[in-house]
């Protein structure tokens, strides 16, 4: 690696890469009632929308394991964003096209699902090889872009609709798609190294062998869980407990949560060599479960919301720092250590409000016990790095271990 290559310009790649992901995650949800409108899907049917997103990331994860490093970094992300577009396009148009226009939505939402699950995969090892000084805090800074994504895509689609009305939405599914569209030539013509050389990184066999690697799966599983439970059960919470309208739910509830979200990661990112990682995601679980405690146990509305809101600040750091501590524990993992950590995240964020909507349903539908339940994620996450620090308290120590 050379300091004459421009990696500023591989990081905005990057950034619109977790844009990208954000557009692809947050568009369609906020079109369900529309579908139902005008389609006739049953809102069970629409259920299946998300579900099918998540397991396509969970697929496109396992088998970037094997084939990310064999293909390349730049073929692989070049796709992402292109697949990314087309779905976003093709949903326009499909769902007009088959009889049934839920196959023709399932089928777009299935393309950038690819895509999504490749920026998953890709994005973070992709940086990490770049030779900048501070990992950690451009890791941190690198996430923050998909919360500012999914503000922008919330706020963003909200004007849109109230301008020109939600039955123009086909004429904005195209819009977002023009930012993968242009990114796809950033990461043309943008450097790209390789994380570790061809034969140095880690089989998949070692890596699923050490403890230490099957600790850092935990913590990733709780932080998707913790991280996504909040976010997809934000609005409803809003909207049941302060009696708002979804638009204000929408602004209210997820889009408070991405902002705050926005702001830790963008703070680590900034003073993350001032800050020891570990003990600030210590600090973020415990403050993760006052939250989710506050918005499942508190009586008052108001302070229900801004614990809420609040958890976003709490489990911004989750995600990266995760990251950030496994490659730092494990500098032979690869591609393989990355897509095993992205697929444990989408996992926590796949179960994680599913178990909490089960629970929920099965205590006459009291969104607040289901909340409580979710407490638990962040708890396991505590315990998981406090074992972290009293086994492996140095880092040396870790390194050794797991090479």
């Not at 992300?77 to 049934?100: C, K, Y």
Request: aromatic share 10%.
């Amino acid at each position: 690696m050379t300091k004459t290559k421009n990696y500023k310009k591989t990081l905005i790649a990057c950034y619109l890469g977790f844009i990208t992901q954000a557009i692809t995650s947050n568009f369609a949800p906020l079109l369900f009632l529309t579908f139902k409108d005008s389609y006739g899907i049953s809102l069970e049917m629409i259920a299946l929308i998300p579900l099918v997103f998540y397991l396509t990331q969970l697929l496109v994860d396992l088998v970037a394991v094997k084939f990310a490093d064999r293909v390349g970094y730049r073929p692989c992300v070049v796709v992402s964003q292109l697949v990314s577009a087309l779905g976003l396009i093709l949903m326009a148009f499909l769902p007009e096209l088959f009889p049934n226009a839920f196959v023709g939505i399932i089928i777009s939402v299935v393309l950038y699902a690819i895509g999504s699950g490749l920026v998953e995969v890709l994005l973070s090892p992709i940086v990490e090889a770049c030779p900048f000084d501070n990992k950690a805090g451009v890791m941190s800074l690198l996430h923050s872009f998909f919360c500012w994504g999914s503000v922008g895509v919330i706020l963003g689609s909200t004007i849109f609709f109230a301008i020109f009305g939600i039955e123009n939405w086909k004429f904005l599914a195209i819009i977002w798609a023009l930012v993968p569209l242009v990114n796809t030539v950033n990461f043309l013509s943008c450097p790209i190294e390789r994380l570790v050389e061809d034969g140095e990184g880690m089989r998949t066999a070692q890596l699923l062998k050490h403890p230490v690697f099957l600790l850092m799966i935990l913590l990733m599983i709780c932080a998707g869980a913790s991280e996504a439970t909040m976010t997809q059960w934000a609005s409803a919470f809003t909207e049941s407990a302060l009696g708002v309208s979804k638009n204000v739910g929408d602004l209210a509830g997820p889009c408070m949560f991405a902002i705050f979200m926005g702001i830790a990661r963008v703070f680590y990112g900034k003073f993350s060599e001032k800050l020891n990682l570990t003990k600030v995601m210590l600090y973020c679980g415990s403050l993760c479960v006052v939250c989710y405690l506050t918005a499942a146990l508190s009586p008052i509305p108001i302070l229900g919301l801004f614990g809420c809101a609040l958890c976003g600040l709490s489990v911004g750091i989750m995600w990266p720092g995760t990251l950030c501590i496994s490659s730092q524990k494990c500098p032979k993992g690869g591609t393989a250590m990355f897509a095993f950590l992205a697929l444990a995240g989408d996992l926590g964020a796949a179960t994680g409000p599913s178990m909490v909507g089960s629970i929920a349903d099965a205590v006459g539908g009291n969104l607040k016990t289901g909340l409580l339940f979710a407490t638990l994620f962040p708890v396991v996450m505590i315990v998981g790095l406090l074992l972290l620090l009293k086994k492996f308290g140095k880092s040396n120590q870790l390194v050794n271990h797991i090479k």
